[in-house]
């Protein structure tokens, strides 16, 4: 290709660029609704000729501007962002994976991040999982230089392409974006729901955040926050927008607070404990000189580790007492300890911790502890930026209090939990997400003259007999089991509005499992005549069958907010009544709305 023919081909390409614009949709804090940043995606490209998005970047690399191209794109978004948001806000901006392809695009591609109108560390470069990323970019170091200039990386489209988790071990990015595929739908389909939920805690695990693309419902929402997504995108927020001084880009979006308000569950006890233990200590930045970081080592000597943040205030990990030994007492360490070309600068000491949200359950930033007991600490942001933290010890503690903490309200005979924490799941029943809850009350028919019959003892082993059977039911995550006392059992289980009949045979069978292995229990002869002789509660003599279970099942559809535990339990105390004079001894009723909101029908 001739000069001129270069020179002509950089013109129409400088022409088609300006003939395109950049909408931005906001990506938000799951839990303040405050902005993290706008994904910059392009428009016009249609009237330009092209069919899609990609075939721009196609013909881009065919002529041989791939580089080129993205940075007058980059420019144009760049600049439109900085004049239309504040300095807090972050562009996402999506770049082709061929850029990492050899040394001159890579070059590009830093010259691409230092020419637009906003710094470098307000910039989230999107790498696409749904094409091949080179090698180079983690062999070569593409990626982590990118990085050492402040520059932020997000894994786009994660889970729908290429080799996701090797892409995500090697190019350790700071954001997943999970593909709209996983979200949508989310709340009905509990395949997603789990991938989703062992993907957000492998990512916390690398001190990675999670952002939900796609969210479009109400259910969506509440299931994406449910399983710890920390930044959330989609047409429930805001479909993408142009921007202009009449119409600037806002800062927050009440949509999630008003959203969070209509989440009835009540976490204030989670965030005292979480103020009480945690520890607010100074961060580093990740500038500090060795000589200050030892110093202040020295000044606090209880401190076994210390965060290390970036110039956002975002936590990049701790760094730890125990990694600077080996320096401090050997005879030259301190020297090669100061030495930067000796690779002792303050980032290559520090190690990544698990990073959760300040607003998050208690019980998930314990399960993230849990899944890494060697981890120090857990860092806890707020708005994405650094916080405090919660060390080893006082997660220990945590643990130990909960433990102490179930363990009292545990049923003696059982080991099931009891009714403190039976009445918490009743209430859980009243969050906002997208699952019908199914709450059975069951207990024995005719225990008292069994026990009577055959002593206290037998009936306890009767009574562990049927809970073990529950803790079964109880192994998966949908499922609750609990000893509300004596013969009386109380289960909670999730369930999609596609697997209730499932849901009630699940219970229907431990029902009928029971009335077989209580079999046991009797003398031979007994069983084959069917029945005991025994008093009933007047004193008077008589025939009472064998030991069954009855059991009332409310179904209790998705959304009823505005429920209460009082009306749920009147409801159920009925449904028992009508189980106990039933053929099956089951029954299933759906929640009547004007009954429980009246605290009960009359």
Not at 260 to 273: A, G
Request: hydrophobic fraction near 40%; charged fraction near 25%; glycine fraction near 6%.
């Amino acid at each position: 290709m001739s000069l001129m023919q270069r020179d002509e081909l950089e013109n129409l390409w400088t022409r088609t660029c300006s003939a395109m614009a950049y909408a931005f949709q906001p990506i938000v804090n799951t839990y303040t609704g405050r902005v993290f940043g706008y994904e910059a995606l392009l428009r016009g490209f249609d009237e330009q000729g092209f069919p899609s998005i990609h075939s721009v970047f196609d013909r881009a690399a065919a002529d041989g501007v791939l580089a080129e191209v993205h940075q007058r794109l980059f420019q144009q978004a760049s600049a439109t962002f900085h004049a239309e948001t504040s300095q807090n806000g972050r562009l996402f901006f999506n770049i082709d994976n061929r850029l990492f392809q050899d040394d001159e695009s890579a070059a590009a591609l830093h010259d691409l991040v230092g020419s637009g109108a906003i710094a470098p560390e307000r910039v989230v470069l999107e790498i696409s999982e749904k094409n091949p990323v080179p090698e180079s970019a983690y062999e070569a170091g593409y990626l982590p230089a990118l990085r050492q200039r402040g520059v932020h990386v997000a894994l786009d489209d994660f889970g729908a392409g290429y080799s996701g988790l090797q892409v995500l071990y090697q190019a350790k990015v700071d954001v997943i974006k999970m593909d709209r595929f996983f979200i949508s739908g989310i709340a009905e389909d509990a395949p997603k729901r789990i991938f989703v939920t062992n993907l957000v805690k492998l990512a916390h695990m690398m001190g990675m955040h999670v952002v939900a693309e796609g969210v479009e419902t109400t259910g969506d929402f509440y299931t994406c926050r449910e399983i710890g997504c920390d930044y959330m995108q989609g047409y429930l927020i805001s479909r993408p927008r142009f921007a202009g001084p009449a119409d600037p880009l806002p800062n927050h979006y009440s949509v999630i607070v008003d959203l969070i308000k209509d989440d009835r569950r009540d976490d204030r006890e989670d965030q005292r404990q979480i103020e009480r233990w945690m520890n607010t200590a100074t961060a580093l930045p990740v500038t500090t000189s060795m000589q200050d970081v030892l110093r202040r080592f020295r000044t606090e000597r209880d401190a076994s580790f210390l965060p290390v943040v970036n110039g956002q205030e975002e936590p990049l990990g701790i760094i730890r007492e125990h990694d600077l030994k080996e320096y401090v007492y050997s005879p030259y360490g301190i020297s090669l300890l100061m030495n930067r070309s000796y690779r002792s600068d303050l980032p290559s000491f520090v190690r990544k911790v698990p990073v959760a949200a300040i607003h998050d359950r208690l019980d998930r930033i314990l399960e993230l502890y849990s899944l890494d007991p060697e981890a120090e600490a857990i860092l806890l942001t707020e708005n994405g930026r650094y916080r405090g933290c919660l060390g080893s010890r006082s997660l220990l503690q945590i643990l130990h209090q909960r433990e102490v903490a179930t363990a009292r309200d545990q049923n003696p005979l059982t080991r099931l939990p009891g009714n403190t924490i039976i009445n918490e799941h009743i209430s859980a029943t009243f969050r906002p997400i997208s699952l019908w809850s199914a709450l059975a009350y069951i207990d024995f028919d005719n225990f008292k003259p069994f026990n009577d019959r055959f002593g206290f003892r037998v009936g306890d082993r009767v009574i562990q007999l049927f809970a073990d059977s529950l803790k079964r039911m109880a192994s998966d995550d949908e499922t609750f089991a609990g000893h509300i006392g004596g013969d009386d059992f109380f289960l909670r289980i999730e369930t999609e509005y596609a697997t209730i009949e499932k849901t009630i045979t699940r219970i229907e069978r431990v029902a009928q499992r029971f009335s077989q292995d209580v079999l046991a229990f009797y003398p031979r002869e007994t069983v084959q005549q069917g029945y005991i002789e025994g008093k009933d509660r007047n004193g008077e003599w008589r025939r009472f069958p064998l030991l069954e279970i009855s059991a009332a099942i409310l179904l209790v559809p998705p959304h009823e907010t505005y429920l209460n535990a009082e009306g749920i339990s009147l409801e159920i105390a009925k449904l028992k009544k009508s189980a106990k004079r039933s053929d099956g001894n089951v029954v299933v009723a759906t929640v009547n709305p004007a009954c429980l909101r009246n605290n009960g029908c009359v």
